[in-house]
């Protein structure tokens, strides 16, 4: 019974397209975050839709409210103030998870909250 639920799953992701749409989004949304070029990104690396990006190892010296937390954290709390989810990796990263089914339009909504986010800081 459970099997034939993931069958089902499978053959819907397949039929809509969706693991293409995960690669050729995926690399929309990296280029999409380097394109911010803030100077609080160190690296942005991601394999279809599971992104992350790495935050500069100084950010402490840069962001002296970061003192008291995590870098990730307070960029994380920041980020879901401003309406985008997303979750810490380790102290300097940031994971974005978005649904197989993401738009053009929504990384690039979701990019431009990572933005004005960032200035911010």
């Known amino acids: 019974m459970v099997s034939s639920g993931a069958n089902e799953v499978l053959?819907?992701?397949e039929e809509e397209g969706m693991l293409e749409n995960a690669r050729t989004m995926g690399a929309h949304a990296v280029a999409a975050i380097q394109a911010i070029q803030s100077p609080l990104i160190k690296e942005v690396r991601g394999v279809g839709l599971m992104?992350?990006?790495e935050l500069v190892p100084d950010f402490v010296e840069r962001v002296p409210a970061a003192a008291k937390r995590a870098p990730s954290l307070l960029?994380?709390?920041a980020l879901?103030?401003?309406?985008?989810l997303n979750v810490p990796s380790g102290t300097h990263a940031v994971r974005w998870l978005p649904p197989l089914n993401?738009?053009?339009?929504?990384?690039?909504?979701?990019?431009?909250?990572?933005?004005?986010?960032?200035?911010?800081?």
């Open 51 to 53: 992104l992350a990006f």
């Open 80 to 84: 879901h103030e401003a309406g985008l």
């Open 102 to 121: 993401v738009s053009r339009a929504e990384i690039d909504e979701a990019a431009d909250i990572l933005r004005q986010v960032l200035a911010k800081f």
């Open 75 to 77: 960029v994380v709390d």
């Open 11 to 13: 053959s819907v992701i």
